[in-house]
């Protein structure tokens, strides 16, 4: 079987109505796909105002917006619509991307057709209860993971310690790793930009130390406060860069006053003040691969993360940044202090992390899912 005679259909939470690392991903896999003569199909919520347009054929699943966190949409299944566009696409290949009830729905239209059906791992949703009181979700929610990542032909996983995981929940399927690439003409040190950070008021002698991603809690937000107020206790000289919005910002802005908001940013003004940290600070353990974590160091910006499944095997300990257990404030304010105060580690450690991430090319990384989709459809006819 060629490229060419691949009829994809990929189902997903979130495609285009908000940005995150994950939809942006998918899209950038199906705009190689597209370019490798795969037909490719989308269901996915949609919205009035998305993000950003989207890259191939989206097709509207029905949703419902999530409670208290109005942004996101909840599926409703896969409905009338969805199933008749469906059938009429004739996939031979489903994709799932989300445990949710359109990617539950979609398996069993794949079990019924027997069509091939692959699920990349994309978001730790275990991971989130806690951050809203809800610890005693988690073992139900990972056997609903358990059940969803056992019923596919494949699993791509964007890391070793995601395999890891999934073997240890008890999921037998075979699993393939999906790294994630990297933007290289927009992150990279080339891009950082004294005058932009005079502008927000960081001197050009001061140690900017920087968050990025969406402003709410399960990023690690009261971890990452914490850590800084322990820095400042220290009188350790710094500046707080925080970049990106979202619902939890006025809270976040309460727990660390003194730092400077740059906004919501995005292409080439979000490389620019990527590069323009001088340490970047990611203490979330929800993320699978940590997306934003490669962007820093192909920045040339040594990282500090928690060690949890986002940032182990991604970062070398000591050489491209600092691992810290999830939850140690001290450690993390003793990483933070050794950036700040040895320049000559924070040189090295930026430049050998640009150079690790340069082997990050989103071209052979989304090559890897094309294949993937080949060697299921031929292992399956054998």
Known sequence: MEASDLRVALFS???????????????????????????????APTSRTPAFPPTGDLVSAPSIKIPLRGEYKLTRGMGNRVRRDLDAFAPN??????????????LNYAEKHNIARVASYHTRFETYMSYYGLGFLVPPMIGIQKRFY?????VLAPSQ??????????????VTRWSRGVNHDRFNPAQRDLAWRRGLGIGDDEVAVGFLGRLVKEKGLDVF???????????????????????A????????PDAV???????????????????FFNPSVTETFGNVTLEAMAAGVPVVAARASGAVGLIADGVTGLIVPPTDIEGYADALQRFCEDHGFRSTAGAAGHAEAATYQWERINQTVL????KVLARRAA
């Open 150 to 154: 056992s019923r596919v032909d494949e």
């Open 93 to 106: 290949m489903i994709h799932v991307s989300a445990p949710d009830r359109l990617g539950h729905k979609a």
């Open 261 to 279: 908001f740059a906004g919501y940013l995005t292409g080439d003004d979000l490389g620019k003040a990527v590069a323009s940290m001088d340490v």
């Open 13 to 43: 939470g979130n495609y285009n109505y908000t940005r995150d690392g994950a939809n942006q991903t998918l899209n950038l896999l199906v705009g190689y796909l597209l370019s490798r003569g795969v037909k490719v199909r989308i269901y």
């Open 161 to 174: 310690v995601m395999g890891e995981i999934l073997r240890e929940w008890g999921v037998p399927t075979p």
């Open 249 to 256: 910002r006025d809270w976040f802005a309460q727990e660390v």
């Open 371 to 374: 294949d993937t989709y080949l």
């Open 225 to 247: 406060a914490a850590a800084l107020r322990t820095l400042k206790a220290r009188g350790v000289k710094h500046k707080t860069l925080v970049i990106g919005e979202g619902p």
